[in-house]
Nanobody, 123 residues
Framework: QVQLVESGGGLVQAGGSLRLSCAAS????????MAWFRQAPGKEREFVAG????????YYADSVQGRFTISRDNAKNTVYLQMNSLKPEDTAVYYC????????????????WGQGTQVTVSS
């Protein structure tokens, strides 16, 4: 089992940047694929980015491709989401998720979730 705690959210102007972090408990972090999802008010939770166990492979939603970068540090049990060129439509609660299966864009495939961190982008 793994516990996840996100941090780094906040209020930023359009065009700005934020870096989210997700710290995981336990000694088996490197056995999990990690992903970031987001959920805006009144909308379904959507996949943002995912990263393989080693960090060698990453996948992105079309809406964030080229602006967001997911990375992980297995020595620190942490996954990051660097968000650049933020837009008002990026406003949402961002969640990190972990699973021992393959990277998947469907939230139901993930067994472990953090509590979320709010990102608000003003125009």
């Amino acid at each position: 089992q793994v516990q996840l705690v996100e941090s780094g959210g906040g209020l930023v102007q359009a065009g700005g940047s934020l870096r989210l972090s997700c710290a995981a408990s336990g000694r088996t972090f490197s056995t999990y694929v990690m992903a970031w999802f987001r959920q805006a008010p009144g909308k379904e939770r959507e996949f943002v980015a995912g990263i393989s166990r080693s960090g060698a492979s990453a996948y992105y939603a079309d809406s964030v491709q080229g602006r967001f970068t997911i990375s992980r540090d297995n020595a620190k049990n942490t996954v990051y989401l660097q968000m650049n060129s933020l837009k008002p439509e990026d406003t949402a609660v961002y969640y990190c998720a972990a699973d021992r299966g393959p990277i998947d864009q469907h939230s139901l495939k993930y067994d472990y979730w953090g509590q979320g961190t709010q990102v608000t982008v003003s125009s």
